[in-house]
C-alpha cells in the first residue's frame, strides 16, 4: 500500500491541537494583488487551515493576514496545500496594519 493512500489516516504532525472555527480573514497577497478575503476553518496557537472564498485564488508561500472580527495581524506562511486550501503557520505581525476593501484600516 502506497504512503499516501487516502484510506490510511495519515500521521498528525501539528504540534498543538487545532480547534474548528469559521471566521473571515482578509489575505494581503502583497505587491499589486488585491487583498483577497478567506476563511479560517480551524486553528491553533501557530497555525491555521486557510480557504480563499475565490477558488480559482492561490496563495502565494508568504502573506499576510487579518482576522476580520477582532483585526489581530497575521504573518502567514504555506505549510502544506490541498486544493485551493493551504494550512499556514501563523505568528502575529508587529506594528503593521491592513486596509480592508471595505477601507477600514486594522
Known amino acids: ?3 499516501f493512500d ?3 489516516p495519515q ?3 501539528r504540534g498543538e491541537a487545532r480547534r474548528e472555527v469559521n471566521f473571515i480573514a ?3 497577497l502583497g505587491e499589486a494583488l488585491p487583498i483577497v478575503r478567506c476563511q479560517i476553518l480551524n486553528m491553533s496557537a501557530s497555525g491555521a487551515h486557510v480557504a480563499p472564498l475565490d477558488s480559482n485564488v492561490v496563495l502565494p508561500d ?3 493576514m487579518t ?3 477582532t483585526g489581530e495581524l497575521w504573518d502567514a506562511r504555506v505549510v502544506w496545500r490541498c486544493g485551493h486550501t493551504a494550512g499556514v503557520k501563523i505568528a502575529r505581525a508587529a506594528g503593521a496594519s491592513l486596509v ?3 477601507g477600514v484600516t486594522m
Open 100 to 102: 480592508t476593501p471595505t
Open 11 to 13: 500521521r498528525n504532525q
Open 67 to 69: 482576522l476580520d472580527e
Open 62 to 64: 508568504e502573506f499576510r
Open 26 to 28: 482578509w489575505a494581503d
Open 6 to 8: 487516502e484510506s490510511v
Open 1 to 3: 500500500m502506497s504512503q
